[in-house]
C-alpha cells in the first residue's frame, strides 16, 4: 500500500506554486499600466482590513465601491478609507450600496474589477457566483460556505472560475504565512517520515457581542451578532476554528477522510442569550488507511488559549505555535528564526501580483475541501453520529433561507441549540 508520505509527493510538485497550494495558468488580464478598480461587499472590521491590505498591495489600486447591509458600516469604512488614502477612493454616493441587493449592484459594475467578500458566510455562495458569473478576481473570505447545498454552488463557481481564468484567493491565512510554507515544504520532501498522526487546537475566548438597541428588529439583531448564529455563520468549527482544520487538510494535500466523529456542545455561554451555536467542538477524522488527525476547538473565557499544530512522523515531529514558533525536531531539524510576515497582506500581495503578471490564483479547491470538512464535524457533532462522506455530501439541509428572500420585515425565528441523540439532518 502507499504510504501517507508517498501519496503526498505523488499527488504534488513541490515547486513554484505548488508549494503554495495556488495554481498558477496564465490569464490575459489587466496591463501592469492600468488602474485595478476594487469593491468591497461587507464592511465590517474584517472586510475593512482587507480592503486597507488591497490597496497597500499595489499602488494602483483605486476604491471605486462599498456595500453593505448597514449604512453605519459603509460610512464608518468610507471615512477610515478617505482619511488615509484620500484620492485613490473614488467612492461617490452612486457607487454607495446599502441594502441586502447591494451586493448584485456592486457586482455587475463595469467600474469594478476586483470584489472582495468579506460579508457573513452565509451569503458567500451567491456572491462568488455572480462575481464569477460577471468575470470579477476575487478575495473572498473563509468559510465559503455554512451548508452543503451552498458548498456545491461554490464547487460550480470555482470551476467556472478555473475556465475564465479569474484569480480566486481565499482567506485561508495560515497557508500565506511563509513559515507555514517552509513547513509544509519541509514535511512534503519527507523531513518527518511517514505522517502518523495530526492533532490541531484552537482554544480561546468568546467573542466580541452588540447588545440589543431599541431601534433593531430582530432581523437586526442577529445580522449585527451573526457569527452567534447557525443560519449565518455555520456555527464556530466553521467560522473560526475552520483555519486549524484547513492546516490539517492542507498537510494531507486535501485528502477526503471517510469518516468523520464529533462531539460538542454549549457549556459556558447562557441558553437565552447568544445566539444558538456551540461553544467547544472535538472533532476525529478518520482516512482510508486508518489514519486519523484530530480537531481541538473552543470559545470559552478564562480558559488556557492554545492554537497549535503538531505532526507526529516516522523520523520527527512538527511542533507549531501558531504566529508565534515553529519548528520540526527530529532528524532534520529546522526552526524558524525569520520575522513573520504578515500573511493578511500577504494574500492580497499575491492576488494583485498575479494580476499584473497576467497569471492566475485558484485557492477554489482547498477552500471547498476544507469547509466541508468543517461542516461535517459539525454536523457529526450536532447528531451525536459518525458520518460517512457519502452521507454528508448529499445532505440538502440549508440554515437559512434564499438570499432573495431577504428584506428587513422577514420573520426571522430563534433556531434551536443543537442537541446530539436529537438533531436530524437531511
Known amino acids: 500500500m502507499t504510504n501517507r508520505r ?4 505523488n499527488s504534488s510538485l513541490l515547486i513554484g506554486a505548488s508549494a503554495l497550494n ?12 492600468k488602474t485595478i478598480n476594487v469593491g468591497l461587499i461587507g464592511c465590517g472590521g474584517r472586510g475593512t482590513g482587507a480592503v486597507f491590505q488591497a490597496l497597500d498591495a499595489d499602488p494602483d489600486v483605486r476604491v471605486t ?5 448597514f449604512d453605519d458600516n459603509l460610512n464608518n469604512t468610507l471615512t477610515s478609507l478617505k482619511e488615509k488614502y484620500g484620492e485613490r477612493i473614488e467612492v461617490t454616493e452612486k457607487s454607495s450600496y446599502v441594502g441586502f441587493d447591494a451586493y448584485e449592484k456592486l457586482i455587475t459594475s463595469k467600474k469594478v474589477d476586483v470584489v472582495l467578500l468579506c460579508t457573513p458566510p452565509n451569503f458567500r455562495p451567491a456572491h462568488i457566483t455572480l462575481a464569477v458569473q460577471y468575470g470579477k478576481h476575487i478575495f473572498c473570505e473563509k ?6 447545498p451552498g458548498l456545491h454552488q461554490v464547487e460550480a463557481a470555482v470551476k467556472l472560475a478555473k475556465e475564465k481564468k479569474l484569480c480566486l484567493v481565499s482567506g485561508f491565512c495560515f497557508r500565506y504565512s511563509f513559515p507555514n510554507r517552509e513547513v509544509i515544504s519541509r514535511v512534503y520532501s519527507g523531513a518527518i517520515g511517514d505522517i502518523k498522526s495530526i492533532s ?11 447588545e440589543r ?8 439583531y442577529q445580522l449585527r451578532n451573526w457569527y452567534y448564529y447557525q443560519r449565518y455563520s455555520g456555527d464556530m468549527i466553521v467560522e473560526q476554528t475552520i483555519h486549524s482544520i484547513d492546516y490539517m487538510s492542507w498537510i494531507l494535500q486535501n485528502e477526503l477522510p471517510t469518516k468523520v466523529t464529533a462531539t460538542g456542545g454549549r457549556q459556558s455561554r447562557p441558553w437565552n442569550k ?12 478518520e482516512y482510508h488507511d486508518g489514519f486519523r488527525g484530530f480537531h481541538f476547538g473552543r470559545q470559552q473565557n478564562g480558559t488556557t488559549p492554545r492554537n497549535t499544530v503538531e505532526v507526529m512522523g516516522t523520523k520527527g515531529h512538527v511542533n507549531i505555535a501558531l504566529n508565534s514558533s515553529y519548528e520540526i525536531i527530529g532528524e532534520q531539524p529546522w526552526k524558524n528564526t525569520e520575522r513573520l510576515n504578515n500573511m493578511y497582506q500577504t494574500q492580497h500581495d499575491e492576488l494583485f501580483q498575479a494580476i499584473r503578471n497576467k497569471e492566475t490564483i485558484n485557492d477554489g479547491d482547498f477552500m471547498v475541501t476544507s469547509t466541508l470538512l468543517a461542516i461535517w464535524g459539525r454536523l457529526s457533532a450536532y447528531s451525536g453520529k459518525s ?23 422577514m420573520k426571522v425565528d430563534q433556531l434551536a441549540i443543537a442537541r446530539p441523540g436529537s438533531y436530524k439532518f437531511s
Open 6 to 9: 508517498e501519496f503526498i509527493k
Open 143 to 148: 468559510p465559503v460556505a455554512i451548508d452543503i
Open 22 to 33: 495556488t495554481g498558477l495558468m496564465a490569464s490575459a488580464d489587466l496591463p501592469k499600466n
Open 274 to 285: 447568544y445566539g444558538n451555536v456551540f461553544d467547544h467542538f472535538t472533532v476525529e477524522y
Open 213 to 220: 438597541q431599541p431601534n433593531w428588529s430582530d432581523l437586526a
Open 387 to 409: 458520518l460517512t462522506y457519502d452521507e454528508v455530501i448529499h445532505s440538502v439541509e440549508t440554515l437559512g433561507p434564499p438570499i432573495d428572500d431577504y428584506n428587513w420585515d
Open 200 to 210: 490541531t487546537f484552537r482554544h480561546g475566548g468568546e467573542l466580541s457581542y452588540k
Open 65 to 69: 465601491a462599498l456595500a453593505d447591509v
